[in-house]
């Protein structure tokens, strides 16, 4: 009797629900696809831009001569989500080995061997930067074609350029216009700077307008990443470009959606 019951209930601690035995029996791309819930961003992206026709002028960079490495595309994906996440190489590695979403979008199967931290600084320097350059544009222009990106125009909020260089310029301009230097007397005919509130030519008004149209776009300089990954100004300008790409992205993905029709 004793034994009758242990087997009974050794046999329900065995018993695997239907729904397990159904996705143990899948293949690896139907099972990795059922992992990746339905309302991921990624799928949303992976909707939004056509990735192979956005990537294939990058195939060039790698030889067909050879062993066989990781596809182009799945490489540029795995950058993308890198700067996305803002994750470090040796994050990145991780990501692509544990998290199923990241593998899913990256078109890693479940199974596959993914690179390591190795990989990305090397990719990173075959694209250069005029690369990751064109795939910015790239996506802007498939984005706007899609009604997800609007170009009303540019603003660049780089204060120290503009104190560094623009201003020497005005400064050049104004002394060559008779002034003695450029100042808060005269600094209104050369540069549209906002005075200082202790300053009597200070108009209140003008610089109200000037900073309610600078806000929105100042705003949202203010809360991107202010940290230097790299070191030398060519992978800087490729993490600021990448940074970028992800940012564009991001709002096409869950902010402009929301005022779209259905």
């Given amino acids: ?25 899948s293949p690896q791309e139907e099972l990795l696809e059922k992992l990746v819930r339905q309302d991921h961003a990624f799928r949303t992206l992976s909707a939004i831009l056509n990735f192979n026709a956005l990537f294939r002028p990058y195939r060039s960079l790698y030889s067909h001569a050879g062993t066989i490495g990781i596809d182009i595309e799945k490489g540029l994906k795995a950058l993308l989500v890198q700067f996305w996440e803002d994750l470090s190489d040796r994050q990145m590695e991780n990501a692509l080995q544990e998290n199923v979403a990241i593998k899913w979008f990256c078109g890693f199967a479940l199974l596959e061997a993914t690179p390591d931290h190795t990989y990305f600084c090397k990719l990173r320097k075959r694209i250069g930067v005029k690369g990751i350059a064109l795939i910015f544009q790239g996506i802007n222009d498939e984005l706007a074609e899609k009604g997800l990106f609007g170009d009303v125009f540019t603003f660049i909020d780089a204060s120290s350029i503009v104190s560094k260089t623009a201003l020497w310029k005005e400064r050049d301009r104004a002394i060559k216009d008779g002034e003695e230097k450029l100042n808060n007397a005269n600094v209104a005919s050369y540069a549209a700077a906002i005075r200082k509130n202790n300053n009597p030519l200070k108009n209140r008004m003008l610089d109200t307008w000037r900073s309610g ?7 949202t300089f203010s809360k991107l990443r202010k940290r230097a990954r790299f070191r030398g100004q060519a992978k800087v300008l490729f993490q600021c ?16 959606p929301r005022g779209m029709p259905a």
């Fill in 213 to 219: 149209v600078r806000m929105p776009f100042e705003g």
């Fill in 241 to 256: 470009i990448a940074e970028s790409i992800c940012h564009n992205l991001k709002k096409a993905v869950v902010v402009l």
């Fill in 1 to 25: 009797m004793i034994a009758s019951l242990s087997l009974t209930i050794a046999n329900i601690m065995l018993k695997t629900p239907e729904k397990t035995e159904a996705l143990a029996s």
